[in-house]
């Protein structure tokens, strides 16, 4: 225990600031980790399998888990999700980390959207992929702006490039792209050969979304999903899985550090296997969206009440955030800096692109008392920031 009796200090990548509600990181709540449920699927993991739970795992990840993963993942879309299209991976990130490997040493180039995830961005700069933010507006993708993009990058490079895309709850601003509009990429992916990497980490509440894009694709080699487990169960665990081609997945798994060592967290697996078996995971998964979306009305209305003219509280469909636009002339900044001072942080909107006008605020962080208490404090710093800009001269 350190000094201010934090005991988790040291141990989790989370740093509690006294007096402050932070709703900037996407954190799972820990009252929403079900630490218990996963202990008892770890002691039924060793109980079913013995040592092979504690081995170095099948390089593609264990069989049974592919199996029950590919169920989980075929929806009701055209193609089918088999075990073989199922690669486990250490989650999202260390998935992306092993792409951006690859498009790294094959030079090729990364679109993006104008503001996505900040750190899935990042993941592809600090492999030292080059990559390209595409304008377009908050709430869809401008494929002919995407087109354009793509067309520059093949005249200069020779290469078709890579698109990364958060098609379904986007973060951050928890946007869904029609199917339309998901086709209408599809299209243009395969008539230029460009590979897209769809991350699809989380959990919706309002009806079913469109189809992932890998269901939708007629060129499925083309298309990599990537799912998690750090959004419905625990991140510790450090799991999620790819939905890819056959040859694509196969291909992964047979990488250097697969060969040496195995599929990634296999103890890890082999609990989730348990879960998934056992029949626990999915009325657990259906408890949890019902809270998360029962957070999301409680700090979308109490926002909706409270904020001034000109900011706007879109409620999303699914996912962690809720994002909030700003009227203009209100830097992010200005807000967050206010808003701290009351004991309220948040994700400022410019860390997610140049381009974002608006802030993020994780409704998964924090219990409804706590979100209806930071709508309030928030709502307060708008107004005062509100007033202030309104009294600068010129």
């Known amino acids: 225990m350190n000094g201010d009796g934090n005991t988790t200090y040291g141990i989790t990548q989370a740093r509690p600031r006294p007096g402050i509600t932070d709703l900037g990181p996407g954190y799972l709540d820990a009252a929403l980790i079900p630490a218990r449920m996963i202990q008892r699927w770890a002691a039924e993991a060793i109980g079913r399998w013995g040592a092979a739970a504690l081995s170095y795992g099948a390089d593609a990840g264990p069989g049974v888990l592919r199996a029950c993963l590919a169920e989980r993942t075929a929806g009701a879309g055209p193609r089918r999700c088999r075990a073989e299209n199922v690669l486990v991976t250490g989650g999202t990130s260390a998935a992306l980390e092993r792409l951006a490997v690859g498009l790294a040493r094959a030079g090729t180039t990364v679109l993006t959207e104008s503001f996505t995830y900040d750190l899935g961005r990042l ?3 600090s492999r030292g992929v080059t990559t390209i933010e595409v304008p377009g507006p908050a709430d869809d993708v401008d494929v002919t702006e995407l087109r354009r993009a793509a067309l520059r990058v093949l005249r200069s490079t020779g290469l078709p490039p890579a698109i990364y895309l958060i098609p379904t709850f986007h973060n951050p601003t928890g946007r869904v792209l029609t199917t339309a509009r998901r086709r209408e990429i599809l299209a243009l992916t395969a008539e230029l050969g460009a590979t897209v990497i769809e991350d699809q980490a989380y959990l919706g509440y309002d009806g079913t979304p469109p189809p992932p894009l890998w269901q939708l694709s007629e060129r499925p080699e083309l298309v990599i999903t990537l799912y998690s487990v750090a959004k419905c169960l625990a991140p510790g665990l450090r799991l999620g899985w790819l939905v890819g081609a056959e040859s694509a997945v196969a291909e992964l798994a047979a990488s250097g550090e697969r060969r040496s060592g195995g599929g990634p967290n296999h103890f890890a697996a082999m609990a989730l296997a348990a879960g ?3 029949g626990e995971l999915d009325p657990h998964v259906s408890s949890l969206v019902e809270t998360l979306r029962r957070r999301r009305d409680e700090l979308v209305d109490a926002l909706a009440c409270q904020l001034p003219a000109g900011f706007r509280a879109i409620p999303p469909a699914g996912g962690f955030f809720v994002w909030v636009s700003l009227p203009d002339g209100i830097a992010d900044r200005d807000l967050l800096a206010l808003a701290e001072r009351r004991g309220v942080s948040f994700a400022a909107g410019h860390r997610f692109g140049s381009s974002a006008r608006g802030i993020r605020l994780c409704l998964a ?17 708008a107004r005062e920031v509100s007033g202030q800009w309104s009294r600068t001269p010129g």
């Open 365 to 381: 962080a924090a219990g409804p008392r706590r979100l209806r208490a930071a709508a309030s404090v928030l709502a307060a710093a």
């Open 276 to 278: 998934c078996v056992s």
């Open 123 to 125: 993941i592809f700069t």
